[in-house]
Each structure stands twice: as C-alpha cells, then as structure tokens.
Nanobody, 123 residues
Framework: QVQVAESRGGLAQPGGSLRLSCSAS????????IRWYRQPPEKPRELIAM???????FYPGSMKGRFTISSDDPQELVYLEIHSLEPEDTAVYYC?????????????????WGRGTQVSVSS
C-alpha cells in the first residue's frame, strides 16, 4: 500500500516563494502519477499539477505560470514550487498518488491522499 505525506507548508508573504514536499512510501514502483491539489477555505478542491511516471507534467490552464511540479526519481519525493505568492493561494495543499493494476508487477489500483499541509499568504 502506497502512502503519501505533505510537508513544508507555512506562512509566507505576498510575492514570496514556497516549496512543498510530498513524500511517498510503500510500494512506490506502482505509482503511475502524482497530483497536487489545493482547497481554499469553504471552496472546492482544485487540481494544481500532475506528474506522470514518464516525467510528463500537466497544469490546468488556470494554474500555468507560477507552479512547478518535480520529483526525485523514482517519485519518492515530489515537490510543488509556488512563486509570486498571492493571498488567494491560501489553502490546504494535498498530495495524491494513483497506482494502476499490473499483474506482472503485482500492482493494484489505488487513489491515495495525504492529510494536507497549510499554506497561508498574508502581509
């Protein structure tokens, strides 16, 4: 069973930068993709970025420019860099890992979430 845990959130000033971390453990060879989400107070959770096991990255149009997802191979440590922070970036940030079935690799499908890390942006 794969597990993920977020860290490195905290308080930052507008215009600053943060680098969040997502640590994956368990059978990490089964991970097909890692996603970062965020959930502002009393608002729906939204996708920020996705990293495929192939190294391909994806960002929704609304998230392009200030966010960068990257990892240390083999995806045991995934980062989310946020630049030019704005108060609207205040939210709980979540890491999500997806594993896909593979009879050869003895992998099963799963959708695993961390408990989140708080990011607060204010002057």
């Amino acid at each position: 069973q794969v597990q993920v845990a977020e860290s490195r959130g905290g308080l930052a000033q507008p215009g600053g930068s943060l680098r969040l971390s997502c640590s994956a453990s368990g059978d990490t060879r089964c991970i097909s993709s890692i996603r970062w989400y965020r959930q502002p107070p009393e608002k729906p959770r939204e996708l920020i970025a996705m990293l495929l096991s192939s190294g391909v990255t994806f960002y929704p149009g609304s998230m392009k420019g200030r966010f960068t997802i990257s990892s240390d191979d083999p995806q045991e440590l995934v980062y989310l860099e946020i630049h030019s922070l704005e108060p609207e970036d205040t939210a709980v940030y979540y890491c999500n890992a997806e594993t896909l079935p593979s009879e050869i690799r003895y992998c099963k499908y799963s959708d695993v979430w961390g408990r989140g890390t708080q990011v607060s942006v204010s002057s």
